[in-house]
């Protein structure tokens, strides 16, 4: 059984802060990694991948990848409160097609 | 510019009886997921389908079923609802179903089963 594993939450910041989010996975044959943001009610967004190790900056986001700890990161530099969801580590493998998801992690930005 | 369409967007079954999630997708994308998601929980996939004609089973396919007759629609059956298959169901879709395609979602069936 594949999993992915998120740190426990909620995860509180107040605004301007980092937050730091962290998932590990099980699969040591993982190809590709995503963070899926999700607003309460709403669909999955996808707002990084991540596909080799190292950093991947994308404006305020910046996607950490460290295969030989089975590791991956998200840090949201400058939170905002419009931040405030929940994200989902995704990890696909080279297998198949099927992506899984960690349960997430809350995260709110305090004003 | 529809994307992934499902309906319907709210329902209440009773125990034992039977319904049809729509999904549909405009987008000419060969690979098509369910997924469900309880509170509190990540996604868990259901099936999926890289091509019409073509499905497979996923995490948790038991009291479901699905069929692609289309490339456009997948819809997702269920047979004798339980309250264990109330959730949030969501349908996404990708071109390729590889990590450089992104899951494109709908937004949603929220399902009670009482």
């Known amino acids: 059984q594949k999993e992915v594993e998120q740190n426990s939450g909620p995860l509180s910041v107040p605004e301007g802060a980092i937050a730091s989010l962290n998932c590990t996975y099980s699969?040591?044959?993982?190809?590709?990694f995503f963070w899926y943001r999700q607003y309460s009610g709403k669909s999955p967004e996808l707002i990084m991948s991540i596909y080799s190790n190292g950093d991947k900056e994308d404006g305020r986001f910046t996607a950490q990848l460290n295969k030989a700890s089975q590791y991956v990161s998200l840090l949201i530099r400058d939170s905002q409160p419009s931040d405030s969801a929940t994200y989902l580590c995704a990890v696909m493998d080279g297998a198949n097609s099927k992506l899984t998801f960690g349960k997430g992690i809350t995260l709110s930005v305090r004003p | 510019n529809a994307g992934v369409t499902q309906t319907p967007k709210f329902r209440i079954l009773k125990i034992g009886q039977s319904m049809t999630l729509q999904c549909a997708q405009d987008m000419n994308h060969n690979y098509m997921y369910w997924y469900r998601q309880d509170p509190g929980m990540g996604l868990k996939l259901i099936y999926y389908?890289?091509?019409?004609?073509?499905?497979d089973k996923g995490e948790v396919p038991n009291g479901y079923n699905v069929s692609r007759s289309t490339t456009e629609d997948f819809p997702l059956r269920l047979e004798l609802a339980a309250p264990s298959q109330t959730s949030v169901y969501f349908c996404?879709?990708?071109?390729?179903?590889?990590?450089?395609?992104?899951?494109?979602f709908g937004n949603g069936t929220r399902l009670t089963v009482t």
């Open positions: 996404a879709s990708s071109y390729s179903g590889q990590g450089d395609s992104p899951l494109h």
């Open positions: 699969d040591r044959v993982s190809q590709s």
């Open positions: 389908s890289v091509g019409a004609g073509i499905t």
